[in-house]
């Protein structure tokens, strides 16, 4: 759990930690879509729970639910959300006087890097049908990821929607716009796709999805 802003925020002083503020927020405010974005992973996480809690039942992993899974988690989680965060937010925090390499903003990039790593650890699990591997990582990336975005909307999001004022807002929506395009339009809908299939939940297990190149 992130510690409570401290000094080392010195140029962009918050209100301080506030678990509603981000969710009351103008609708079309970049950090309450992020919030937003929190939401549809929360129903993720949510479903990847459900299916972990029943290969514990029945010592079977299914492929059909568990590889659109994880491909979501890597192309919606990974490399949408949370590199539109690093690459986008966190650099414009750290560009408004938060240091990268300690407090707040330190501890949420390298949780998103802990994450990876446990995703991968997911990935390996399924590879050779490790039924108590795959049940424990994906219990452990649940419960990381939870805190990791109540700790983004208590602590780090109301910070930056104080921080933003309307020509650093109006900058910050050109570039979390532009980074969704630099990821492209073919990731965007697979992972749209595959958010279907696992929020259905029972996954067809058949790829009719669009192919990412």
Known sequence: ???PLSPDTDDCQ???????FARRGAGDHPIVGLVREHDVIRLGLDAIATESLRIQRSFEVRLGFWMPALEWL?????????AREEEVLFVWLQGAGMPMDRGPLAQVAKEHERARAVRG???????I?????LAEAAQEYSD???????D????????AMECLDAVALGELVIRLAGHRDQIGGAIRE???WLQRELLAGEPSGEDGGPAVP
């Not at 650890?121 to 399924?126: D, E, T």
Request: hydrophobic share 40%; glycine share 8%; proline share 4%.
């Open 1 to 3: 759990m992130l510690n």
């Open 14 to 20: 918050g209100a301080g930690p506030d678990a509603g």
């Open 74 to 82: 890597e192309l919606f989680v990974d490399r949408d959300h949370h």
């Open 121 to 127: 650890r997911m990935v390996q699990a399924v590879a």
């Open 129 to 133: 049908y490790d039924v108590r591997g």
């Open 144 to 150: 990381r990821l939870r805190q990791h975005m109540e």
């Open 152 to 159: 983004e909307e208590r602590l780090l999001f109301p910070l």
């Open 190 to 192: 697979r992972a749209d």
